[in-house]
């Protein structure tokens, strides 16, 4: 296949891609506008559901505009061969192939960055604050981005030059090396992203001794659960959303809850929620999810592999000099229908664990208790009650409210 036909392949791909996202967001606006099942209108009053609106389409029309702007700029990017461009400057500065690569790595990905942040701003600044959800000062926006920065360089630049090195020395094995690289960083990275990575960004503290830490306490006992970690979180310094989650595996185990959600609910409710993250242990979803991702890990090494065989791949972009960071861009630009469809099945197999985490806390803590507190939750963050059914198969990795407290029923 020449250059000029993969080029024309990846940019096809790129505005059908764009398309269907335009599609399906707008097709998600109109549907979130329809009536609620009058069983499920309580979680609204008129004042809340006109304030959800405004909020959905407040998203919806800053995204439209972020994402057009930057569906436009990488099809210029394509069509113009902006990607050769950035890789011959930076050939200009470096002859070692890793270098090269960490440079054109650096640079695609600053130019990203600088596209995205005024939405990012706009975001939080704008339409996070106009509904009373935004706490992040400017100083904490600003650091954010320098340590998030940094920390993606700190573990992204070694495991990039990592698995250039490996393509350079083992051709034909590069994809089963890689895997095995990529198997050994997610299980580092599961094992010990709470402890290492989320302390950057937040303050962990263990529960306090008091009503609630006893409630969760009697209730993990009663579970044979052995509590491990257990940190509230301050997410009160970002945002005013409730959430909680289940991290780790084996040992690591840790459950986090927001500061926000146990202020907004009350000891049985929080005890519910926790008991829902509980379930996803007790019921081996993180394992579940963590074996899956290594498969598709496979499979992905496995393609790029066989494709890094094809020197047009790189030729496809402009590139003159064809190269692994140059092919491992086609590819993923070509990936993209194979990961939607990858998508939908990791969605789909996350909301059926959220359906069966939910069933956990039920049947194992008080009935109506979650649901009341899946309510609270809800309302309080705005959701969208009645999102479209396929936005929701593509994006959603729990379930809409309703279908969960209908399930709950
Ligand atoms: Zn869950």
């Known amino acids: ?99 090269i690569g960490l440079g054109f790595i650096a640079i695609v990905g600053l130019l990203g960055s600088i596209i995205s942040l005024p939405f990012t701003i706009y975001s939080t600044f704008v339409i996070e604050a106009k509904f009373g959800f935004n706490k992040t000062t400017v100083k904490t926006f600003i650091t954010d981005k320098i340590k998030g920065t940094l920390i993606g360089a700190i573990i992204g630049a070694p495991l990039f030059s990592a698995i250039v090195w490996i393509y350079l020395q083992l051709g034909s094995y590069f994809w089963l090396a890689t895997w095995l690289l990529m198997t050994a960083f997610s299980l580092f990275s599961f094992a010990f992203g709470t402890t290492l990575i989320l302390p950057r960004f937040n303050k962990l503290s263990p529960l306090e001794d008091g009503e609630l830490r006893t409630a969760i306490l009697d209730y993990c006992k ?32 840790t459950i986090v809850l927001y500061d926000t959600l146990i202020e907004k609910l009350n000891i049985e409710e929080v005890v519910a929620v926790l008991a829902h993250e509980v379930g996803h242990y007790k019921r081996k979803h993180t394992l579940a999810m963590f074996v899956s991702s290594i498969l598709q890990t496979l499979a992905i090494t496995a393609l790029l592999g066989w494709m890094l065989n094809y020197p047009e791949i ?50 194992t803590y008080p009935k109506g208790v979650l649901a009341s507190a899946l309510g609270k939750i809800s309302t309080d963050a705005l959701a969208n009650l009645n999102p479209h059914p396929l936005y929701v198969k593509v994006h959603y990795t729990h379930p809409p409210v309703i279908e969960r407290l209908k399930a709950l029923q």
């Not at 994402?67 to 070692?96: C, E, H, K, P, Q």
């Open 1 to 99: 296949m020449s250059a000029n036909t993969i080029l024309n392949i990846a940019l096809a791909i790129m505005v059908a891609s764009s398309l269907f996202d335009a599609v399906l967001n707008r097709l998600n606006l109109k549907h979130s506008e329809t009536p609620i099942d009058h069983k499920f209108s309580f979680l609204y009053d008129d004042e809340k559901r006109k304030n959800a609106l405004d909020y959905q389409r407040a998203n919806y029309k800053a995204n439209f505009l972020a994402d057009s702007i930057s569906t436009v700029i990488t099809i210029l990017m394509l069509a113009l061969g902006g990607f050769g461009i950035v890789d011959d400057f930076v050939r200009g500065y470096f002859s070692n192939e890793i270098l």
């Open 222 to 253: 009663s579970q044979g659960y052995s509590v491990g970690r257990l940190f509230v979180m301050d997410g009160s310094r970002r945002s005013t959303k409730a959430n909680a989650f289940f991290a780790g595996i084996g040992k690591s185990k």
């Open 314 to 363: 790189s030729y496809a972009l402009g590139a003159n000099v064809p190269s692994f960071h140059v092919a491992a861009t086609t590819f993923f630009l070509l990936f993209t229908p194979i990961s939607m469809i990858l998508g939908l099945a990791n969605m789909a197999i996350s909301r059926r664990n959220e359906f069966d985490a939910d069933e956990y806390s039920t049947s």
